[in-house]
């Protein structure tokens, strides 16, 4: 996906259905020796004082919208000459009670309208792109406390289920420089996670999200296992991997082992490093460069692991797109994540389901299990977009967006994949208008659940148990 996406079959440039911005988070020319505003640079300073937040205190830092507009009633006086004064005193005055009250009626009519107005937008799960979520500020109205001081009592949504066996997740407001995101808005959006699966993978460390998944996951008190993750730059020199190790290693110290599951090194590190090195397969010789330079941070981060005394031992993985992974780097870890799309691959949405499965087993796991440690794989990313912001985009091939093709895809995946003890990661949570705006046609429109954290009206969430 742009930013977290992958076309299996090749280089993404060369499909007109792609754009040529940088994958992953957004990492620009940015010069990380200079920190950035509200981060601690190479992971200095202390992000303990997370878990010491009060929950009263969460959204402290929202800025509250006041009215201004005041009613002038001398605006109303029409400044008319009479004859005789006291006529004219007389009729001002009527003139100013008439006025007043026509204003009134207007005030009225006005506030019923917006309220009506309000509440269809709601109910239609409408798509708002300046909804608090968007922004890193959490919808007061996606999720009920039955005590507003204690995130653990959220009341449960009958129409969610744990179907999933996992969801790809990037809270909003985490990438450099611009950080904005929120404890407030994590934990609402863990209160909705929980209810549909156990299972959360991130994509980076910036802006701290790590510790905020964590102590979202420690107020809320779900039963939730993140796979953190750390998204090095192959053209950077280390900085963006140095700088998020010492972030994964602030929030592992602070919260312990327990509700993690992995820390994946790399996100499509090897596509992105084969499309900056003049194409070719992974596992050619330019490959096998790019792959050694991913290998020494996968092994860094397990001898981090592995001298921090931890009470269980943190596996380490790489994801990367499904036709990329060099075997070297699957050598060198104890899992696999593979972005497999059925969009992207042109399919349509009878075969979508069926084409994913077939192609991760024939390219990732068949290929896994040929190697001396066999890192157990799973699908880091499948899904399907809704909309795209333009007519051009809104199919690729024989794959058309729609809300009724993701609820299909849904359908005839979920499920099934559940049933056959496959491991995947469904993408996405919720739209993303960030990606839209930077990217265009389908890219912000991949959620389950709109940007203000409602549910997509004709999204049905299956009942069966993921495991």
Same mark, same amino acid.
């Given at each position: 996906?742009?930013?977290?996406?992958?076309?299996?079959?090749?280089?993404?440039?060369?499909?007109?259905?792609?754009?040529?911005?940088?994958?992953?988070?957004?990492?620009?020319?940015?010069?990380?020796?200079?920190?950035?505003?509200?981060?601690?640079?190479?992971?200095?300073?202390?992000?303990?004082?997370?878990?010491?937040?009060?929950?009263?205190?969460?959204?402290?830092?929202?800025?509250?919208?006041?009215?201004?507009?005041?009613?002038?009633?001398?605006?109303?006086?029409?400044?008319?000459?009479?004859?005789?004064?006291?006529?004219?005193?007389?009729?001002?005055?009527?003139?100013?009670?008439?006025?007043?009250?026509?204003?009134?009626?207007?005030?009225?009519?006005?506030?019923?309208?917006?309220?009506?107005?309000?509440?269809?937008?709601?109910?239609?799960?409408?798509?708002?792109?300046?909804?608090?979520?968007?922004?890193?500020?959490?919808?007061?109205?996606?999720?009920?406390?039955?005590?507003?001081?204690?995130?653990?009592?959220?009341?449960?949504?009958?129409?969610?289920?744990?179907?999933?066996?996992?969801?790809?997740?990037?809270?909003?407001?985490?990438?450099?420089?611009?950080?904005?995101?929120?404890?407030?808005?994590?934990?609402?959006?863990?209160?909705?996670?929980?209810?549909?699966?156990?299972?959360?993978?991130?994509?980076?460390?910036?802006?701290?999200?790590?510790?905020?998944?964590?102590?979202?996951?420690?107020?809320?008190?779900?039963?939730?296992?993140?796979?953190?993750?750390?998204?090095?730059?192959?053209?950077?020199?280390?900085?963006?991997?140095?700088?998020?190790?010492?972030?994964?290693?602030?929030?592992?110290?602070?919260?312990?082992?327990?509700?993690?599951?992995?820390?994946?090194?790399?996100?499509?590190?090897?596509?992105?490093?084969?499309?900056?090195?003049?194409?070719?397969?992974?596992?050619?010789?330019?490959?096998?460069?790019?792959?050694?330079?991913?290998?020494?941070?996968?092994?860094?981060?397990?001898?981090?692991?592995?001298?921090?005394?931890?009470?269980? *031992? $943190? =596996?380490?993985?790489?994801?990367?797109?499904?036709? @990329?992974?060099?075997?070297?780097?699957? &050598?060198? %870890? +104890? #899992?696999?994540?593979?972005?497999?799309?059925?969009?992207?691959?042109?399919?349509?949405?009878?075969?979508?389901?069926?084409?994913?499965?077939?192609?991760?087993?024939?390219?990732?796991?068949?290929?896994?299990?040929?190697?001396?440690?066999?890192?157990?794989?799973?699908?880091?990313?499948?899904?399907?977009?809704?909309?795209?912001?333009?007519?051009?985009?809104?199919?690729?091939?024989?794959?058309?967006? *729609? $809300? =009724?093709?993701?609820?299909?895809?849904?359908?005839? @995946?979920?499920?099934?994949?559940?049933? &056959?003890? %496959? +491991? #995947?990661?469904?993408?996405?949570?919720?739209?993303?208008?960030?990606?839209?705006?930077?990217?265009?046609?389908?890219?912000?429109?991949?959620?389950?659940?709109?940007?203000?954290?409602?549910?997509?009206?004709?999204?049905?969430?299956?009942?069966?148990?993921?495991?």
């Amino acid at each position: 996906m742009q930013a977290y996406r992958d076309n299996p079959f090749g280089d993404p440039r060369s499909n007109p259905s792609y754009d040529n911005g940088p994958t992953g988070h957004q990492y620009d020319g940015h010069d990380a020796s200079q920190g950035y505003p509200g981060i601690p640079l190479s992971g200095q300073g202390d992000y303990r004082n997370v878990a010491t937040m009060s929950q009263p205190d969460l959204g402290s830092n929202v800025d509250r919208p006041t009215s201004t507009s005041q009613w002038d009633s001398s605006r109303y006086n029409q400044g008319s000459t009479w004859v005789n004064e006291q006529e004219k005193q007389t009729r001002r005055s009527k003139i100013v009670v008439i006025a007043g009250v026509v204003v009134l009626v207007i005030i009225i009519a006005v506030s019923v309208s917006v309220g009506v107005t309000v509440g269809r937008r709601n109910s239609s799960h409408n798509n708002n792109s300046n909804s608090p979520s968007s922004s890193g500020v959490s919808n007061p109205d996606a999720v009920n406390q039955t005590d507003p001081n204690d995130p653990s009592t959220f009341v449960k949504d009958p129409n969610l289920h744990q179907a999933f066996y996992g969801i790809a997740y990037t809270p909003v407001g985490s990438q450099l420089p611009d950080c904005g995101n929120s404890l407030a808005a994590v934990i609402q959006d863990i209160q909705l996670l929980s209810q549909i699966t156990k299972r959360v993978r991130l994509y980076g460390a910036d802006c701290n999200q790590s510790a905020l998944v964590l102590e979202a996951i420690k107020q809320t008190k779900v039963d939730m296992t993140v796979y953190l993750g750390n998204y090095p730059i192959p053209t950077d020199g280390g900085a963006a991997y140095a700088r998020q190790k010492d972030i994964l290693k602030q929030a592992i110290e602070t919260y312990g082992a327990g509700p993690i599951g992995g820390v994946t090194v790399g996100n499509e590190f090897m596509l992105n490093w084969l499309n900056d090195n003049g194409g070719g397969e992974a596992n050619s010789p330019v490959g096998a460069q790019g792959a050694q330079l991913l290998i020494s941070n996968i092994s860094d981060t397990k001898t981090m692991l592995n001298g921090m005394s931890l009470s269980k *031992s $943190i =596996p380490v993985g790489n994801a990367d797109a499904g036709a @990329f992974f060099n075997n070297d780097v699957l &050598a060198a %870890v +104890e #899992y696999g994540m593979a972005n497999v799309h059925p969009w992207f691959a042109n399919q349509t949405i009878d075969a979508a389901a069926s084409w994913t499965m077939q192609f991760f087993q024939e390219n990732n796991v068949a290929i896994a299990n040929a190697l001396a440690n066999k890192p157990i794989m799973s699908i880091a990313e499948t899904g399907w977009p809704t909309k795209s912001s333009d007519a051009g985009n809104a199919n690729n091939g024989a794959s058309v967006a *729609s $809300i =009724p093709n993701l609820q299909k895809f849904i359908d005839t @995946f979920v499920c099934q994949a559940n049933s &056959a003890g %496959v +491991e #995947y990661y469904f993408f996405e949570f919720a739209d993303e208008d960030w990606k839209d705006k930077q990217f265009g046609g389908v890219e912000g429109w991949w959620g389950l659940f709109n940007q203000n954290r409602t549910l997509k009206s004709g999204i049905t969430i299956p009942t069966c148990q993921a495991p």
